[in-house]
Every structure is written in structure tokens, then in C-alpha cells.
């Protein structure tokens, strides 16, 4: 299957049985990103992380006694 990374838009072959490429043909709304944009977006996030201005906002969930 061929493949386009969303941010770099380079073209790749992902094997056809592959669980990803599973999820690209059954659910439109997932996106393929190469491995190099992967790698260099978790890099920039842990040293966005490290400055300590980094904030996440996540929902508080709350527990139902129920």
C-alpha cells in the first residue's frame, strides 16, 4: 500500500496486512506520518517539555460511584 506522510508528503510502501495499513483503509480520518517526522516531532516535544513551560490540559475524569 502506498502511503503519504501528512507533514513532509513523502510517498512510502507499507505492507498490505500491516495493522496500519488496516487502520488507513477502514477509518478515512487517521493519517500516515513517516517515521522521520514522527522522530523529530517527539524530540521537539520532550525539549518543550523540559523547559517546564510546557503544559498539558487535560480533562479531569471523574470517577462514577455507580
Same mark, same amino acid.
Not at 6 to 20: F, G, L, N
Given at each position: 500500500?502506498?502511503?503519504?506522510?501528512?507533514?513532509?508528503?513523502?510517498?512510502?510502501?507499507?505492507?498490505?496486512?500491516?495493522? &496500519?495499513?488496516?487502520? @488507513?483503509?477502514?477509518?478515512?480520518?487517521?493519517?500516515?506520518?513517516?517515521?522521520?517526522?514522527?522522530?523529530?516531532? &517527539? &524530540?521537539?516535544?520532550?525539549?518543550?517539555?523540559?523547559?517546564?513551560?510546557?503544559? @498539558?490540559?487535560?480533562?479531569?475524569?471523574? &470517577?462514577?460511584?455507580?
Amino acid at each position: 500500500m502506498k502511503v503519504k506522510c501528512v507533514i513532509c508528503d513523502q510517498i512510502e510502501d507499507i505492507p498490505d496486512d500491516s495493522p &496500519e495499513a488496516k487502520k @488507513l483503509r477502514n477509518r478515512p480520518i487517521h493519517t500516515y506520518m513517516c517515521d522521520a517526522c514522527k522522530q523529530r516531532i &517527539e &524530540e521537539r516535544t520532550n525539549e518543550r517539555i523540559a523547559t517546564g513551560n510546557f503544559h @498539558l490540559y487535560r480533562t479531569i475524569k471523574k &470517577e462514577d460511584d455507580w
